[in-house]
């Protein structure tokens, strides 16, 4: 792992060669930088909220949505500027959250604590959690998180993806019942009431999860235009929020004040917000054999945090975002250990790296100027097809058009357009003239404004938003169990557990049409036994893991399973699987083949070849190309289709024989 404080060392020498240049790229952007400000905000801030109310329910009122409001804030502003690596969001996630349920349960059964003590015993949790990643980012552990492959980021996905539902559908039914500490006999508990509370959440949550899920996808719209379709999918989830809290309030006022329940906290304010800012006070009240006990939960949550945050950080920052600048991941560990020790001195649940808010960042300062670029090449290129150039007359000239738009192309980048234009073979060997139309897109670079105001002007806005609580809390809770099946929802494609799991329940005489769209490279890679028998391994295990999180109090352990992970990936999966196979369905990076659509090429690409053709303006935005390149959880994709697989109609005849078959007869 190499000398200790070496790696943390290198990260601040690289990062603080570029931190005044983090300041000046925001400054020179001007206001353009607020679109991604307030749309990374909205991403960050609801699920905050609904944590800080799933939070409220499981500790009995002792930590609410202001709490989580808090750390979110506080934790953000932090890293913006002391942090390594300022693309990365920092929020309460959903682990957080269930460890500090265990806390709370353990707490609550154990007469020495009891819940008077529980945010001072998980300040103790916090001081030895932050001890433990302070100490793995100075003996550079983060080297170890490359032993983490997709197998374990993707069992812990769906993990969450889980709870998510699960919390969702304990919501709905908590909706019919009366809740915990209530007076059985109010009015608004009566069973007319009750079951009518219970078909509005119904409605509500329903409501929620479905117009949510259609604006997500609107730039795939067929109507509007690109300007309105693109502020509907990336403001268009709390824009539902807000239109289904307005509707809650559209009922007969006979109808009770508290139908349909709505959130609730304490203002920030008041004396049970106040207390947590004070609990440092209540930590030597906590029996010393409990204080050296809290290292067994601290274990569990540092090697959590590390996961999770340096996962979340990995995906902020993927290669083919092309960042210019040198990650920080031994330096934000550090950090982080010093942030989560603020948070449990200050009776707050602690923040970590978030996804997909971190690669949701990223993608939303990513600048590809595609449609500009493409006419400005393919006009170049073409003209010089056209006075009978040389090959490097034509690529000099698309050189020269790259850096004349200013996109500081880099030296890989000029590389791959010039090989693509000196050396476009076809697959017998003769020579294929470089036809600019079909083949620049994939040279057309990724740049992304790398900075900090993003994320501490957002992390500001988290802050200010503590003051609107009396606003927040008009929002009905049945809205938040939309917003959790929303987010499980939402969080499922690109998976390629849950893609392999839906392939299971293909039969054999359909499996054809999954060619027919873009499809994971290992479907055609892997045989289907083994794909079947890798998918009911990970399933199996994936039962386990959710088995561990029912345990009563020894759910807290939940997170042993995925480090057993590393020794099962490295010792036991290679015996059971060829290594070529293993490597296909363990992918560090999402490989996505295009595929063979059955007939005539598409309207759009005959429409898109036309438009350039003739000179049409048309916008083709970059925020919905990223779309189509980018999964749920904010992952790159890498499309598999080289020169060689590709004639006028994208794909060779062998390759269209190989999926559809009968048509070669």
């Known amino acids: 792992m190499g000398a200790p404080f070496k790696g943390i060392i290198q990260d601040v020498k690289g990062r603080a060669q570029c931190y005044k240049q983090d300041w000046i790229c925001a400054i020179c952007s001007g206001v353009s930088i607020l679109a991604p400000t307030f749309y990374i905000f909205f991403a960050s801030a609801l699920p905050v909220i609904a944590f800080g109310e799933q939070l409220s329910r499981d500790t009995d009122g002792s930590l609410s949505t202001v709490e989580t409001l808090a750390s979110t804030a506080i934790c953000g502003i932090i890293h913006s500027i002391f942090g390594g690596q300022p693309l990365l969001i920092l929020g309460v996630a959903e682990p957080t959250v269930i460890m500090y349920t265990y806390l709370y349960s353990f707490c609550k059964k154990t007469p020495q604590l009891g819940a008077k003590l529980f945010l001072a015993w998980a300040g103790w949790v916090c001081v030895w959690t932050a001890l433990m990643l302070i100490l793995l980012a100075i003996f550079n552990a983060c080297t170890v998180i490359t032993r983490f492959t997709r197998i374990a980021g993707e069992l812990f996905g769906m993990l ?42 119904i409605i509500f949550s329903f409501g929620v999860l479905f117009t949510a899920l259609k604006s997500r996808r609107a730039r795939s719209w067929r109507y509007g235009t690109g300007w309105l379709r693109g502020f509907v999918a990336e403001y268009g989830v709390p824009m539902m929020v807000v239109i289904w809290t307005a509707a809650s309030y559209i009922i007969p006022g006979k109808v009770p004040d508290g139908v349909p329940r709505r959130l609730v906290c304490p203002l920030p304010w008041e004396s049970e917000s106040l207390y947590h800012w004070t609990v440092v006070k209540d930590m030597g009240k906590v029996p010393v054999l409990y204080i050296f006990g809290a290292i067994i939960p601290a274990l569990m949550i540092a090697g959590l945090y590390f996961f999770d945050h340096s996962v979340a950080s990995q995906m902020a920052q993927q290669k083919e975002f092309n960042l210019q600048k040198p990650s920080a991941y031994h330096y934000d560990v550090f950090l982080l250990g010093i942030m989560t020790l603020i948070c449990g001195i200050l009776g707050l649940p602690p923040s970590n790296g978030v996804l997909p808010q971190s690669p949701m960042h990223t993608k939303s300062l990513a600048v590809l100027r595609r449609r500009l670029i493409r006419k400005r090449v393919v006009k170049s290129a073409k003209e010089c097809i056209k006075q009978q150039r040389t090959s490097s007359e034509l690529y000099g000239k698309m050189q020269a058009v790259f850096i004349e738009m200013d996109t500081a192309p880099t030296v890989k980048e000029l590389e791959n357009l010039k090989e693509a234009v000196m050396k476009s073979d076809s697959k017998d060997g003769a020579k294929e003239n470089f036809d600019p139309e079909k083949h620049i897109d994939e040279y057309l670079p990724v740049r992304v404004n790398e900075q900090r105001m993003t994320n501490l002007l957002q992390s500001l806005l988290v802050g200010v938003s503590m003051l609107g609580i009396s606003v927040i809390k008009k929002i009905p809770t049945s809205v938040l169990w939309g917003y959790f099946a929303y987010m499980a929802i939402d969080s499922l494609p690109g998976n390629q557990f849950w893609e392999r ?38 399933l199996a295990y994936f039962l386990l893991c959710f088995g561990v999180t029912w345990i009563p109090i ?21 015996k059971l699987f060829k290594p070529s196979y293993l490597q296909e369905l363990d992918a560090s990076e999402y490989e996505e083949i295009l595929g063979a659509p059955h007939g005539a090429p ?16 048309e916008d083709y935005y970059d925020a919905e190309i990223l779309d189509e390149m980018t999964t749920s959880r904010g992952e790159l994709k890498l499309r598999n289709v080289s020169f060689n697989e590709r004639n006028s109609n994208s794909f060779s ?10 048509d070669s007869v």
Not at 602 to 612: G, I, N, P, T
Not at 653 to 662: A, L
């Open 653 to 662: 005849e062998d390759r269209h024989c190989q999926v559809y078959p009968e």
């Open 160 to 201: 969450i993806t889980v709870l998510f539902f699960q919390e969702a559908i304990k919501g709905l039914i908590g909706e019919f019942n009366t809740p915990k500490n209530e007076d059985p006999s109010s009015e608004e508990f009566q069973f007319q009431w009750l079951y009518t509370n219970g078909l509005l959440a």
């Open 602 to 617: 598409s309207l759009r690409d005959k429409e898109q070849r036309d438009s350039d053709t003739d000179g049409s303006s």
């Open 501 to 538: 799991i839906l392939l299971l329940f293909i039969t054999p005489s359909r499996r054809y049409k999954i060619l027919e769209g873009s499809h994971a490279s290992f479907v055609e890679k892997v045989p289907f036994k083994t794909i079947a028998a890798f998918t009911a391994l990970q």
């Open 554 to 574: 020894g759910g807290i352990l939940f997170p042993v399973p995925f480090f057993l992970l590393i020794i099962i990936r490295e010792r036991l999966l290679p």
